[in-house]
């Protein structure tokens, strides 16, 4: 069974860092690009980061370029999402989500792109 679960998510105050993680399990790990999504309430699905199977490559919206980093263990079977200089706006469920191949990695920006989902998690960011 091809679970993703993932954790971390908080209450952090603006201005402020959390790291998520997301373990997989189920599947070929290492053979599959992955990426963070978030959903604020009221609003659709919103690409965030993704990283290639290797973890070589990585991409970012510029609404979070610089503040955020995406990396995986390939070994741990984890990827993960660092988050710094939080906003009040960052506030969403995020979730995690996997892509096998094949794939033109520069193109996995929305949410049909990925076959695979976690159940999320809540990061709010409030003063």
């Known amino acids: 069974e091809v679970q993703l679960v993932e954790s971390g998510g908080d209450l952090v105050q603006p201005g402020g860092s959390l790291r998520l993680s997301c373990v997989a399990s189920?599947?070929?790990?290492?053979?599959?690009?992955m990426g963070w999504f978030r959903q604020a309430p009221g609003k659709g699905l919103e690409w965030v980061s993704a990283?290639?199977?290797?973890?070589?490559?990585?991409n970012y919206p510029d609404s979070v370029k610089g503040r955020f980093a995406i990396s995986r263990d390939n070994a741990k079977r984890t990827v993960y999402l660092q988050m710094n200089s939080l906003k009040p706006e960052d506030t969403a469920v995020y979730y995690c989500?996997?892509?096998?191949?094949?794939?033109?990695?520069?193109?996995?920006?929305?949410?049909?792109?990925?076959?695979?989902w976690g159940q999320g998690t809540q990061v709010t960011v409030s003063p």
């Open positions: 990283i290639s199977m290797t973890g070589a490559s990585t």
């Open positions: 189920g599947f070929s790990f290492n053979a599959y690009a």
């Open positions: 989500a996997a892509r096998g191949a094949p794939y033109r990695f520069s193109a996995l920006m929305t949410p049909s792109d990925f076959t695979h």
